[in-house]
């Protein structure tokens, strides 16, 4: 859990987040009018299964895409607004 006005009281009163099946992001840099902000990321050994739902181990294979992904992000305009995207239901 990266440190932001959103994530603060969580990090302080020790919560940590559970996502499930989460959709892991790879966040490019901050262009143009948009700022975003990583709020949840994985760790650097993390990999992505394709499956989803439908995977049945839990162990790497070949052609698995590498992390760190983010799991939960803020997207920021200029004046126009916030969306903050949580991957997980």
Known sequence: MNSNTITDPLIEENYYPIMPVSL???VTENSGS???TDLLTT???AYSKL???GMTDYEKEEG???GPFALAVSIETAGEGQIVWFTSS
Do not use: C, E, F, P
Request: proline share 0%; no cysteine; aromatic share 14%.
């Open 34 to 36: 948009r700022i975003v």
């Open 43 to 45: 760790s650097g050994i």
């Open 24 to 26: 892991g992001l790879t």
């Open 64 to 66: 698995y895409i590498d």
């Open 51 to 53: 499956m989803g739902y």
